[in-house]
């Protein structure tokens, strides 16, 4: 099982930016896929954004262009480079290990970290 840690939100206003950092630990082995998700307030959770062990990504339309996800395999660390955030961007934000064709999650959830972005 993958146990990932998220950190990184905070409060911004519009336009501005934050970097989110997801650590993962456990066995990382089987991991094809990392995704970003968020939960907004009375809202389903979200896929954001995904990467493969190759580096290979793939972003949901309301984030492309801003948003941009990376990996450090050497330290189990994705992450999420927000730029231009928006309002609509508030949510908790959180990591999993996902099969890729489907950002389906199949390992635990984190405990998120929360990103705030007041207009």
């Known amino acids: 099982q993958v146990h990932p840690v998220e950190s990184g939100g905070g409060s911004v206003q519009a336009g501005g930016s934050l970097r989110l950092s997801c650590v993962t630990s456990?066995?990382?082995?089987?991991?094809?896929?990392i995704g970003w998700f968020r939960q907004a307030p009375g809202k389903p959770r979200e896929g954001v954004a995904i990467i493969d062990r190759y580096g290979r990504t793939s972003y949901a339309d309301s984030v492309k262009g801003r948003f941009t996800i990376s990996q450090d395999n050497a330290k189990n660390s994705r992450y999420l480079q927000m730029n231009s955030l928006k309002p609509e961007d508030t949510a908790m934000y959180y990591c999993?290990?996902?099969?890729?064709?489907?950002?389906?999650?199949?390992?635990?959830w984190g405990q998120g970290t929360q990103v705030n972005v007041s207009s």
């Open positions: 456990g066995y990382t082995n089987n991991v094809q896929c």
């Open positions: 999993a290990a996902v099969h890729c064709p489907t950002w389906s999650p199949v390992g635990n």
